[in-house]
């Protein structure tokens, strides 16, 4: 099968490292494109997924009351007895 040639523009750190990464993998970046694109067609998607996990809200403000009570430790209800913690806990 003839082959063809693309060009594809990158970031330059981006490039080396993806370079420095096929390399230690034994894989020429071709080669490592050319699975790729094997692969999204074979199944008919990306082989990956694309995105980034979204905290609910709930999380979300859990993370807030942390990042409040470690600029202010006396926001929060500290123990020295795990039992009256976990009494307190569970009640």
Do not use: H, W
Request: glycine share 4%.
């Amino acid at each position: 099968m003839p082959s063809t040639n693309i060009n594809i523009r990158m970031d330059a750190e981006l490039k080396s490292a993806f370079e420095a990464f096929c390399k230690d993998v034994g894989l020429t970046m071709t080669t490592a494109f050319n699975v790729f694109a094997k692969k999204t067609v074979d199944e008919q998607r990306i082989p990956f997924s694309i995105g980034k996990e979204r905290p609910n809200k709930e999380t979300l403000e859990a993370l807030e009351e942390v990042r409040q009570m470690k600029a202010d430790p006396t926001l929060g209800k500290t123990y020295t007895d795990v039992d009256k913690m976990m009494k307190e806990l569970l009640s």
